[in-house]
């Protein structure tokens, strides 16, 4: 089993009561939702910005097989400390980390990748997410493309490295194109950024988008170390 923190900031559905009949158990609780439509997989936590901790005491971080990661108004509420753990978790645990839409400008996010995450958005719209990837395991039982009715608008240019691969671009009815599914390795730790999402619309509850999330989460859990190799001063000899 997979151990998956699904962590919320819990503003919107807190604040609104259309985002709270959208998501009547949290964005984290529909996340959580779509990770049991495969059963015996994830093992899920639940965690927001308002539990202790921020939701990620030691004794859960250091637990977190892949930490799944929402946030949108409370970015700079997130502590640096958290911030500087859940990065190190990253790179030198190989903790996955997956940033859904908005979190594109979280702390955790753009400490990892190290760029500001910045990028043009406007009205919501008509999108297309194209699967430019198809072989990638996140995009395993993905069509080609998949159409979302209405979802926020996000435009280039995003201000991310390089993506290292790139598993889904999308184009939106007004114009706009955004590189919408970015993996990049950081350390030893895997990355996936996916920007459907936005809390008035209804992305979550979309089956392509659902099995995207899940695959990423797959995706981004660290390979187990191999037991019983010797140590590496047993067999790196010096050339003579
Ligand atoms: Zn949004």
Request: one cysteine or more; glycine letters at 8%; charged letters at 20%.
């Amino acid at each position: 089993m997979i151990n998956v923190t699904v962590w919320n900031e819990f503003y919107h559905e807190n604040h609104d009561e259309n985002i709270r009949a959208l998501y009547p158990r949290g964005i984290h609780g529909c996340i959580a939702e779509m990770l049991a439509e495969e059963p015996g997989v994830f093992n899920v936590t639940i965690a927001t910005l308002q539990d202790p901790d921020q939701g990620l005491p030691d004794s859960v971080l250091n637990n977190t097989d892949v930490l799944v990661w929402w946030g949108h108004l409370m970015h700079g509420h997130v502590s640096d400390e958290l911030t500087a753990k859940i990065r190190n978790r990253v790179y030198r645990d190989g903790m996955g980390f997956v940033a859904l839409h908005s979190s594109h400008l979280s702390k955790p996010f753009t400490s990892i990748v190290g760029t500001d995450g910045s990028l043009q958005w406007g009205d919501n719209q008509l999108e297309i997410v194209w699967n430019v990837l198809p072989a990638h395991p996140i995009a395993e039982g993905i069509p080609q493309y998949f159409i979302l009715e209405s979802e926020e608008m996000y435009g280039e240019p995003f201000n991310i490295p390089q993506p290292d691969e790139l598993v889904f671009m999308s184009w939106f009815k007004h114009g706009n194109v955004f590189r919408s599914g970015c993996c990049f390795y950081r350390g030893v730790g895997k990355v996936f950024y996916f920007q459907p999402g936005h809390e008035t619309e209804r992305s979550y509850y979309n089956p392509h988008v659902r099995k995207i999330i899940r695959n990423a989460v797959r995706w981004a859990a660290p390979h187990k170390m191999m037991p019983g190799l010797p140590a590496p001063t047993e067999y790196i000899k010096p050339i003579v």
